[in-house]
């Protein structure tokens, strides 16, 4: 499958360890899913809420966002449409390089190799699936370069942030994704608190080619806004989904 950015502007982003607003008419009109998160998130209930949202929403694309190799298994890569792995830029260099190289290292294994080595094999990402799996794994991935700029958040905290970044670092990295490291996306994330529209402005200059989302604090229409027009390609709201879906339905841009 090929994904096509054009008319994406609104993203979910669902905590597989929260539960679900009971009526999942709420997501209609959210252009994109992605399930993901870090505390308590097993591959158990994210496979619950890849497949919740796809059979009330099948033809929304959805995409799983892994944080950890126990989340990922032959059915979430099967139920979801994308697999998209966050390279941290201001993370640790266990969150920009070695999870990636430890995951392909895997991935460019020839099968003979994998059934020699005897299923589950190396990789801290990649925990235990059959070979298909990880040939099928190979082409749903995709990069997604990171900023982290909430220090207070659990992405932080998880990703070995200790720094954010300033407006010129952000295009800085906004620059390198397009130019140089080639990720289809740059992910501005403020996760839990509202980042206003200066980060968003310094890395649209670069991007061409690299679709561009923010995530953070998005409680309202206005603020939805205000990032789109300072050059996001796309917002990305998680909390409010599960706190509020009154509120989340106010962030979904007016047609
Ligand atoms: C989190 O960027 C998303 O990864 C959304 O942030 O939960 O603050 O909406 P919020």
Redesign the pocket.
């Known amino acids: 499958m090929t994904l096509d950015w054009d008319g994406v502007t609104h993203i979910t982003?669902v905590d597989p360890a929260k539960p679900l607003p009971d009526d999942l008419d709420v997501l209609k009109g959210t252009d994109l899913v992605?399930v993901?998160?870090s505390d308590d998130v097993t591959e158990t209930n994210t496979l619950e809420a890849i497949r919740a949202i796809d059979d009330a929403h099948p033809s929304t694309p959805v995409f799983q966002e892994p944080y950890s190799s126990d989340h990922v298994s032959r059915e979430t890569i099967d139920a979801a449409d994308f697999v998209a792995v966050p390279a941290v830029y201001n993370g640790d260099r266990e969150h920009f390089v070695g999870k990636h190289v430890d995951l392909f290292t895997e991935v460019g294994r020839t099968p003979e190799e994998l059934l020699g080595a005897g299923l589950p094999v190396v990789g801290d990402f990649v925990a235990s699936k059959g070979v298909d799996a990880i040939a099928e794994l190979a082409t749903s991935l995709i990069g997604e370069g990171y900023v982290v700029q909430h220090l207070d958040s659990a992405?932080a905290t998880t990703s070995g942030v200790e720094t954010t970044y300033t407006p010129e670092q952000v295009a800085g990295a906004a620059l390198a994704t397009e130019a140089f490291y080639g990720f289809p996306i740059f992910?501005v994330?403020?996760?839990?608190?509202?980042g206003g529209p200066e980060d968003v402005e310094a890395a649209a200059r670069y991007l061409e080619d690299t679709t561009l989302l923010?995530?953070?604090?998005?409680?309202s229409q206005e603020k939805t806004m205000e990032i789109l027009e300072a050059g996001a390609d796309a917002v990305?709201?998680?909390?409010?989904?599960h706190d509020d879906p009154e509120t989340f339905r106010d962030t979904i841009p007016m047609a």
């Open positions: 982003k992605i993901g998160g992405a992910y994330e403020y996760s839990g608190r509202y923010y995530g953070g604090g998005i409680d990305v709201v998680g909390d409010c989904f």
